[in-house]
């Protein structure tokens, strides 16, 4: 510590205090899915750059907590980008400035002052729980209406028994890793779920495993996301752009390939 001319104190060159940041979020808060409700707002302060959003939010929850309110639901896994269960519309945007999931998102992202608006995803088939949470069970029943694919049980295969070709086996697995967050359905004008339908269809129907039932998985997964209310798409393409994974808009036109096909060769969805 030292003395300067105005007599005031400072930190040695180096070893200076790095400031947090003091923001102000409005939040929208909902006590229950037949509830209005609101934006409110709260102050945080001396919010660490290296913070995650979530880590933010529970700075604000520990402050709710202590007096005496009631703190601000939001779903949470593994905050890894992992699990798919965190999800919120963050100053408009699905899973706010970074294409990445909220509890990758950093807060180095926001400036010192900033206003935050959070929210949780908007659209029907996702109604709200509490506050910033809903309910993505619409996402289960399309992955159940899929059915089962026919395998054979028993000892692991051998290696190279069943020859997949390279370019199949990249696509079929960059498919695989969405995680079911629900960003591309928030951030579509339309509210719609093509892009989560198609990774799923697409990441069983690029391999030999998944030929039996194809048809029927297709037509009867997109039946599903009709029933449970999600828009149709129009091509606009917010969906892979706010997608954590980069789930390609590609992937839509295999899944419109594939439906053709199937209802071509006579499928139709379970009643
Ligand atoms: S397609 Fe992308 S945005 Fe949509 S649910 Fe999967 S990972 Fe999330
Ligand atoms: S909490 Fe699991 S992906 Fe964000």
Redesign the pocket.
């Known amino acids: 510590m030292t003395i300067t001319d105005q007599g005031q104190h400072s930190a040695p060159a180096g070893t200076q205090d790095k400031r947090g940041m003091n923001l102000t979020l409005r939040v929208w808060r909902q006590q229950g899915p037949s509830v209005k409700g609101k934006m409110v707002t709260y102050k945080v302060t001396d919010i660490s750059p290296d913070m995650s959003f979530l880590e933010m939010l529970d700075v604000l929850n520990e402050q709710l907590i202590m007096q005496g309110d009631d703190p601000v639901a939001f779903d949470h896994d593994c905050r890894e980008g992992i699990c ?1 269960m965190c ?1 919120l519309m963050i100053n408009g945007q ?1 899973h706010g400035p970074q294409q990445t999931t909220t509890c990758q998102l950093h807060m180095r992202s926001f400036k010192d002052g900033d206003s935050i608006d959070v929210e949780p995803w908007r659209a029907s088939a996702f109604p709200v729980i509490k506050d910033l949470a809903v309910d993505r069970r619409a ?1 289960d029943r399309i992955i159940q209406a899929g059915g089962y694919i026919s395998v054979p049980t028993g000892t692991a295969p051998e290696a190279h028994a069943t020859p997949v070709p390279k370019k199949d086996a990249d696509n079929a697995f960059d498919a695989a ?9 928030a ?1 579509c004008p339309n509210a719609s ?1 093509m ?2 339908t ?2 799923k269809v697409t990441h069983l129907g690029l391999l030999p495993q998944g030929q039996p039932e194809r048809d029927d998985r297709v037509v009867n997964m997109v039946a599903q996301q009709d029933r449970e209310g999600f828009g149709g798409c129009t091509n606009i393409g917010e ?2 752009a ?6 390609s808009m590609e ?1 839509i036109s295999r899944l419109n390939h594939d439906l053709l096909g199937a209802l071509r060769a006579g499928a139709r969805p379970k009643s």
């Open positions: 798919g999800g699905a996402f890793t969405c995680i079911g967050c629900g960003a591309c359905v951030a779920s892009l989560f198609a990774a969906c892979s706010a997608c954590p994974k980069g789930i992937t």
